[in-house]
C-alpha cells in the first residue's frame, strides 16, 4: 500500500485545514482496510489522531479532537481526509495517515500498521 498525505500549512488558533491521504492498493480488495491518520509533535511520542474503515461503519477519534476533527473518505478518489477545525495550537505536529488490512480493536496502535505516508506539517498559531 501506498499512501501520500499532503494539505498541512501554518494556521492560526481557531483556524481549519483540510488533510489528504492519498492511497494505492496495487488491486487488492480494500473494503475491510483501516487507514488512520497518527501525529508527531517534537519530543513526543506518535500518538493516534483518527481511524476510518474503509468499507463503512467504523470511525474513531481520540477524545481531544472529538468535535474539532471530521474524517471522511472519496472511494472514487481513493483518498480519506482529516477536516480540522477550531485550530490550537496544541495540535502541532507533523501529521501521517496509515493503513492496515483490515479494522481492528487496535486501530489506536501506530504499531499496529504496516503502511505508512509521509507525514505533513501541521503548524498553528497562538
Known amino acids: 500500500v501506498q499512501l501520500q498525505a499532503s494539505g498541512g500549512g501554518l494556521v492560526q488558533a481557531g483556524g481549519s485545514l483540510r488533510l489528504s491521504c492519498a492511497w494505492a492498493t496495487s488491486g487488492r480488495t480494500v473494503s475491510d482496510y483501516a487507514v488512520a491518520w497518527f501525529r508527531q509533535a517534537p519530543g513526543k511520542e506518535r500518538e493516534f489522531v483518527a481511524a476510518?474503515?474503509?468499507?463503512?461503519?467504523?470511525?474513531q477519534y481520540t477524545d481531544s479532537v472529538k468535535g474539532r476533527f471530521a474524517i471522511s473518505r472519496d472511494n472514487a478518489k481513493n483518498t480519506v481526509y482529516l477536516q480540522m477545525n477550531s485550530l490550537k495550537p496544541e495540535d502541532t505536529a507533523v501529521y501521517y495517515c496509515?493503513?492496515?488490512?483490515?479494522?481492528?480493536?487496535?486501530?489506536?496502535?501506530?504499531?499496529?500498521?504496516?503502511?505508512w505516508g509521509r507525514g505533513t506539517q501541521v503548524t498553528v498559531s497562538s
Open positions: 496509515a493503513a492496515r488490512v483490515r479494522w481492528s480493536v487496535l486501530y489506536f496502535s501506530s504499531a499496529s500498521y504496516a503502511d
Open positions: 476510518i474503515r474503509w468499507g463503512g461503519g467504523r470511525i
